[in-house]
């Protein structure tokens, strides 16, 4: 058993496996997004660790530890949550294009690493590379689930 964070090698080749299982017309089993919004509302979430894409701050609780931490590593995520308006994509490209530029955004987050400099979140505030890790993995995981992976 891995522990649920994009660091771990197995965990990543997890999620790329149930990524690879996943295309257009797959409905969601909630939500409003299809596969291809998906794919660009998770990839720029990874675009936005790493500074690429730029949210305005919005402190509150959610930033406070150990709030913060609790809600990244252990509390279940609901269905249909607020997200910051960055990361919503309505996506006209390919399908092939949208999945080449998640491939690609991933292995740039990997190869920044767990010992990388990574963006403050506008939400949860300054992260550390462990909790990006986590949030990153946790993100991906929930949104595949959503297309039954």
């Known amino acids: 058993m891995f522990m649920a964070t994009f660091w771990h090698a197995d ?15 797959r409905a969601p089993r909630w939500g409003s997004m299809n596969v291809e919004q998906m794919v660009e509302h998770v990839t720029a979430q990874m675009e936005m660790a790493l500074g690429d894409i730029v949210a305005p701050r919005r402190p509150g609780w959610l930033a406070k530890w150990p709030v913060r931490d609790v809600v990244i590593r ?42 990388g400099r990574f963006a403050v979140h506008p939400v949860f505030g300054p992260l550390g590379p462990g909790l990006w890790g986590v949030l990153i993995w946790r993100h991906l995981d929930h949104h595949l689930r959503q297309f039954g992976e």
């Open 11 to 25: 965990g990543r080749a997890t999620l790329l496996q149930r990524m690879d299982r996943i295309s257009p017309p």
């Open 74 to 115: 252990w509390a279940p995520w609901p269905k249909g949550a607020p997200t910051v308006r960055e990361l919503k994509r309505a996506t006209t490209a390919d399908w092939e294009e949208v999945r080449l530029h998640f491939k690609k955004t991933f292995e740039r987050v990997v190869a920044r690493g767990p010992d």
